[in-house]
């Protein structure tokens, strides 16, 4: 039973480390977008509606890399090949 | 009984090291966005709805890199299908 | 009684890592926040009340980050689901 | 009798580097928000009254998150459930 | 099977680095992209149009490194050769 | 004898650490207050009370966090609960 | 077998590291290129084509770096020929 | 003699350690409040009896919490309860 | 066979990391000179001929650090001595 | 004799360690407080024996904390108690 | 034949350290040296030539620290007389 | 004669890095004193006699924490008290 | 023959690290030296002269520090004593 | 001979290392210093004379620091007390 063990507690390690380092860049990014919009805002506020569409846009590619980080940690919790293949041999 | 605290010890230790840090960014994030948010309200008083209106849209997106952290720990630590496992193995 | 041993060593050694790396982030970024507001309010006298309703809904953001963090490490010393298992383990 | 060493041991280092570790961020963000006080003080004499109060209310929320280090650190000396446990099992 | 063990946990373990770690450079780029872009629309409204497509052109440019990563992470995951060839040979 | 020579040490390396790590913070924190109050003296010399007064306000604040180090190093020395156990345990 | 599963884990962990690390500079240095170029074009509308043109070289010249190491990584996983030669020395 | 060395050596390694990283912090602030205060004096040489008096009481501040390193260093060497103990256990 | 492991191991590794330390500088100092060079252009636009074949040229010499890297790499991969020695060796 | 080496090594190594990075921080500080000594004079040259001589008192207060240092550290070489100890406890 | 191992093991971990480690300062060096450059064109565009050949000079310089390591890198893979020394023993 | 091979090795890795970490941060410090002092030469000309003196007090105040540092490198090359022992206890 | 291998072993990896990390700070220092000499001819043209003279005077100082790593590296790998005294025992 | 290899092994790794770290101060510093007279000069020709002594007065107080650490690198090559005791002890 020491391959499943292995597995799994690297399985856990890893998602959630994944998540938790790869959400560092994203959210400083972010902040320094979202800070630099209302600069912009407050310096053209007639242009407010073209800012704001351009953050939301940028925002959600910023995020994409967040949720990359998401999908990966939640595959290694909820459908890992590699302890699904273990545990189809432990208990073969 | 050693798989048992083994894919314990690793539970516990992602889970606190995951939600700590994964905090760091969004805290950082969101400490730019308000200090910004507030020296442009002082700058442009007038807009201060649309600011505050972009400010908290942009708080809930960085703050939604944290609550991921969260989500992932609270799993670890209440959900984890890894100790599941061992304890339904280790009693069975 | 070695599981026991090595679930409540890193359950202390999380528990307190956790809220001690997960405090940094948010009080350096109410620090920076404060430090904006007060020179806001300074700039821009007439906006004191904004100002400060706008500042505190943020640091009650930035706070809830160090408060995840604060929870987490209590429920590992006080309510650890994995601790209770190896407890009743070794006392069953 | 070497459960109860292990746990004594990572309870110590622990409890030390918690608040160690957890003065970091505060201190300097405190320094921050203090530094930037004194500046608007300087700068707009008249609002010294709103700048110290909102300044008291930042420091308060700042300070917060090193009290939290310095629960967990106290409850790892004088409160541990761990210990307690190991204690009494040693002596039962 | 020590082979199937260390094959499998060194996956777990790249995957989730390679995504994590390398998403951190494209967030901080395109945060920083993305600020400026909302800067200089605020700078010079007129040439949205301008500034607007040649930032997207930009964050595609950005968003491909971190793509590479996403890639060399689900091959590690869904289409490993190692793996497969260390399965094949177990089960051989 | 092992315990008593293993808390001991934890003990020591423990007291050092959490003073020395944790002066890092207070003392940078407090150079930059100081730093910015007599920059702002000299830029309002009027309102130096004002200016002095809040400073060892703050200043006090910030040793705060120092002396939360300080008082555990010097309870791991004097009066170290665990110490203190694994003494009476090794001459009982 | 075990010099098989050597060559294998240790072509994994590279190939992930080496995009991951390797993408790191590529962005942010991307990053800063498109920020810059986008407050050119607002400075100076009318050097719009030049500017996209310089830019676009630039970047190519960049993400060349980055390429390198994906090439690299993709070497490492489909076309490795230490892998090629252990596997050979196993099956011969 | 075993217990002797360990504490004997932890004592001299933190001794050390707790001066040396305790003055990294009290150092730069020093150094830091020194420039502002001559950089003050240069500005407004008439305020130079407050700024010295300022800079000096706060100076003291910030020494002392190199001197909370000093007194844990010297406690360790010189009177130091966890040697005596052993010392007295080992000649008893 | 141990030898053919080992430095087929090292290979692998230092091939990857080579290229990925390796451009970590390149693209940074690249992104810069790019930056710059728009920057120059959008602020003396008659000089455009001059200032695109000075980057040039510099792009060509930071370059050439990232191609060493790239070479090393390659060589190390399929022309490295030291594996062909431990092949004619273990073949021998 | 064992005892003996472990102590000498450890006095050895502290003593370097502690001279070493104590320095770090006072030869920094002070550059500061110099450089901006030197700024100062050139700004206001009538105040300058007034700077020259609170450089001075302010370099002494910072060369303090280089000089703990320095004591510990010829302590440790020369007037160690722990060695003394051993020693004596060898040649008893 | 274990010498002949670990010795052609830190040659080639060496080798390709010594050439990407050697490669960061360079390559930020002579981008910094460039970004200036082309700066100074805009800004003196006269003076072109002067500066072109003063820029090519100093990246020439810069180039053989670069150059340096290459060097080195080359010897210890290609004329390495440890691995001479070695593979001659072997074969003797 | 493992104590002595103990004790010099210690001593010799000891000595260089001493004096090798401690001359990071002098010749820092140097460097800032230095170049502000010819800063300040260029904007007070006629000041540049006191400026010059200032510059080498505080030198020769800053080059003597690199004596600090250079003084125990050569007492534990060529005046190593635990040397001298452990060669006449070898000798004895 | 093992004090043969060790000797080599860490030869090889000194001289690599040597010229390596010595190379970083030269760079670095000669490129700002070089960025600097640029602007400062573009902005006094007519001291051309002057300035280039003192930049290569200032370049070769900087470079002297990289020229004895060289030396050293190359000391190690073709003078190396050390290796000599082994080679010789081992021959003889 | 184990004793030899040790001493021989260490002296190397210091030697190279002492003067490879020991080099990024005063190249820093060097670059700082050298690049700041260049400015000067451009901004106070008349003064060059004043300056460029300066400069060489503070260019060799800063690499006195590199010397240092190339006295004791030459020294551990050449003139070891260490390795000369045990090369006699193992001829004796």
Do not use: K
């Not at 020491?2 to 902040?31: D, F, H, K």
């Not at 919790?77 to 699904?84: G, T």
């Amino acid at each position: 039973m020491e391959s499943l063990a292995i597995i799994g507690m690297v399985s856990i390690i890893t998602a959630g480390l994944t998540i938790a380092v790869g959400c560092i860049g994203p959210a400083l990014g972010e902040g320094r977008a979202v800070a630099q919009a209302l600069s912009a805002i407050a310096q053209q506020p007639d242009e407010a509606a073209t800012i704001t569409r351009t953050l939301f846009v940028g925002l959600a590619m910023i995020e994409s890399t967040a949720i990359y980080c998401f999908v990966v940690s939640m595959i290694l919790i909820f459908a890992n090949p590699f302890w699904d293949h273990v545990v189809a041999a432990a208990g073969g």
